[in-house]
């Protein structure tokens, strides 16, 4: 509480005190300043940014200051990198928006890493599902820069044309120099990987249901249907003695869908899925042996943790509204059906956009809300009209008939002819 903001003065003050230490205690700060000593901080922190960032910061549009950011990190030079940390706790209107498409397309490399590394942690600390979210979709899409082979000191290495080279070098004593050249390895990748899924864990566990679903929102909206890959089975032998038989072995036949490869998009999704599973050690959703992909989806919840999601049904309408990825709204409509009187209280604008979506899932869904608010006496245009255009075919049939049965409401201005 505002007791310890004292103590995390001193943390500050003090040469002695770590930079991971001091990062977090200004986390904390942030966290139990009132608003005006909050901003006075961010104040102070703005003052210190270099010359050519700190007028920008504070006055001007986020497409110059993003232009302004850029040239300053051209010159890759590491200490210039320490900026990227300030501009996050400064966090205002001009710095947020540059940021965030720095965080798009900045190279998980040195000197980018470390400091996006960074960022990450505080807004785990934070909650801020955008920025977190935007981070863990890039820790699943990107290859590591290096892996380790074997038990030796042999790491391989990507190389820009496709292929990979081998070195034997001590990556692990390179790592700690300001000047290294390597970074995000295959273990360090698979820790955050597994690190996105423990923090939404903890908090669902501890029954946090706000920060849950905001921040379980943020790890999947960045993904869209283009990140679904092709459908693939492995096939691999395992030991199955049988009487007077030690060493029989059968075939086992494991699918993975379009989506399986992304761990924390699967466990949010699918935690609780009579149709995928997830093995100790791996990083993938595999399809049980009854299920292959194509079948019919079940008709029962899916997902970790589903009262949370019927505790802030808000954030399944944030993903019905702006996510652009078919198993985010086949969950988010299955989840909403259940929150019926949440559903009951949806305005006609919020009616009208979900039917506005491109997925039919979705527009099925708005359409049957539509059906529940549609007036014959007094019908709304808007509605109809969204009716009519939405993706769903019965709903189209359906507009029509009511076009039809209440022309005298239509005709005045020649909507619908």
């Avoid at 009579?274 to 009854?290: H, I, L, T, V």
């Amino acid at each position: 509480d505002k007791s310890a903001i004292s103590a995390l003065g001193r943390l500050l003050n003090d040469n002695s005190t770590t930079e991971a230490v001091r990062r977090i205690a200004v986390e904390a700060l942030l966290k139990l300043l009132n608003e005006k000593d909050r901003q006075d901080f961010r104040n102070d922190c703005l003052a210190k940014l270099p010359a050519e960032l700190r007028e920008l910061a504070r006055q001007d549009s986020s497409p110059v200051f993003a232009q302004a950011l850029q040239a300053y990190l051209s010159k890759d030079e590491v200490q210039r990198f320490d900026v990227l940390t300030t501009l996050y706790v400064i966090d205002n209107d001009v710095i947020r928006p540059a940021l965030l498409e720095l965080l798009k397309t900045a190279p998980l490399k040195p000197n980018y890493f470390k400091q996006l590394r960074h960022i990450f942690k505080a807004a785990e600390y934070r909650c801020d599902g955008e920025v977190f979210g935007l981070l863990a979709y890039r820790f699943e899409k990107e290859r590591a820069m290096y892996a380790k082979w074997y038990q030796a000191n042999w790491y391989q290495q990507p190389t820009q044309y496709g292929g990979t080279i081998y070195s034997k070098q001590s990556v692990g004593d390179a790592l700690g120099k300001a000047d290294a050249k390597y970074a995000y390895g295959g273990n360090t990748r698979q820790y955050l990987r597994k690190r996105v899924w423990r923090t939404l864990r903890r908090l669902a566990e501890l029954g946090e249901a706000n920060d849950y679903v905001k921040m379980a929102v943020g790890v999947l909206l960045p993904f869209s249907d283009t990140d679904a890959q092709p459908l693939r089975n492995s096939v691999y032998s395992v030991h199955d003695p049988q009487p007077g038989n030690r060493w029989h072995y059968r075939t086992v036949q494991t699918n993975w869908d379009a989506f399986a490869g992304y761990y924390s998009f699967n466990r949010v999704l699918y935690s609780n899925s009579p149709r995928y599973e997830f093995k100790p050690n791996s990083m993938g959703a595999r399809c049980k042996a009854d299920y292959h992909p194509g079948d019919v989806a079940p008709a029962v919840r899916e997902e970790a943790f589903p009262k949370l999601w019927e505790a802030q049904p808000i954030g399944l309408l944030h993903l019905l509204s702006e996510s652009n990825c078919l198993p985010v709204h086949e969950f988010a409509t299955k989840a909403l059906a259940d929150c019926k009187d949440f559903c009951e209280q949806l305005d006609v604008e919020i009616i009208v956009m979900l039917l506005g979506r491109p997925y039919e899932i979705t527009a099925r869904f708005g359409f049957e809300l539509a059906r529940t608010r549609y007036d014959a006496a007094q019908p709304d245009r808007d509605l109809v009209l969204a009716v009519a255009n939405s993706a769903f075919a019965e709903a189209r049939v359906q507009a029509q008939r009511w076009i039809d049965e209440g022309r005298n409401h239509f005709l005045p201005d020649n909507q619908f002819l």
